[in-house]
């Protein structure tokens, strides 16, 4: 038998605090799969395709996952906007040169990825395990995305540098 219902724990639950914040990550990461691919779409870098693609499989999961913890927790997904999502799709749809689009994206420095905002995920100490399990996982795929995307990015300046 499960310990938290043997000692009656967590059986008369409040609405999760976190419950939003989940919410817009399943809307946010649902929408990143679709720019994601309209990126490799626009490339004719063989390599920044296959990251992309690769990265899109990454987000849409994170998506899922997200809504069937809603789900779990006893609640329903909400889709809703995500302004930054469009801006980015228009980018990296767009015309526009693949160092560009990194820039767009927050990529400055070739040397360092850009500043995330994951650390106050962990912040809510009502947060429970499997939530936490769950978005800690997120977090750690979330930046090796961010280093595959360096990487490809750190090519390309260079690449960009031996032409000039």
Same mark, same amino acid.
């Given at each position: *038998?499960?310990?938290?219902? $043997? #000692?009656? /724990?967590?059986? %008369?639950?409040?609405?999760?605090? &976190? #419950?939003?914040?989940?919410? +817009?990550?399943? /809307?946010?990461?649902? $929408?990143?799969? !679709?720019? &994601?691919?309209?990126?490799?779409?626009?490339?004719?870098?063989?390599?920044?395709?296959?990251? *992309?693609?690769?990265?899109? /499989?990454?987000? /849409?999961?994170?998506?899922?996952?997200?809504?069937?913890? @809603?789900?779990?927790?006893?609640?329903?997904?909400? =889709?809703?906007?995500?302004?930054?999502? =469009?801006?980015?799709?228009?980018?990296? %749809?767009?015309?526009?040169?693949? @160092?560009?689009?990194?820039?767009?994206?927050?990529?400055?420095?070739?040397?360092?990825?850009? +500043?995330? !905002?994951?650390? =106050?995920?962990?912040?809510?100490?009502?947060?429970?395990?499997?939530?936490?399990? #769950?978005?800690?996982?997120?977090?750690?795929?979330?930046?090796?995305? %961010?280093? *595959?995307?360096?990487?490809?990015? +750190?090519? *390309? #300046? $260079?690449?960009?540098?031996? +032409?000039?």
């Amino acid at each position: *038998m499960d310990l938290r219902k $043997r #000692l009656d /724990i967590g059986t %008369a639950v409040a609405r999760p605090s &976190y #419950l939003a914040k989940l919410n +817009q990550l399943a /809307i946010t990461e649902g $929408r990143a799969h !679709d720019f &994601y691919l309209a990126w490799a779409d626009a490339s004719n870098d063989a390599e920044l395709k296959e990251v *992309m693609k690769f990265v899109a /499989i990454r987000e /849409i999961e994170h998506s899922w996952a997200f809504k069937k913890r @809603i789900r779990e927790l006893g609640y329903e997904f909400e =889709d809703g906007p995500c302004a930054l999502c =469009d801006e980015w799709h228009a980018l990296f %749809a767009s015309e526009a040169s693949d @160092i560009d689009k990194f820039k767009g994206f927050g990529f400055r420095s070739p040397d360092e990825l850009p +500043q995330d !905002d994951f650390a =106050d995920l962990f912040d809510d100490m009502t947060l429970d395990a499997e939530t936490g399990a #769950l978005l800690g996982r997120f977090v750690a795929e979330e930046r090796d995305s %961010a280093t *595959m995307f360096l990487h490809v990015y +750190q090519r *390309m #300046l $260079r690449e960009e540098l031996a +032409q000039a």
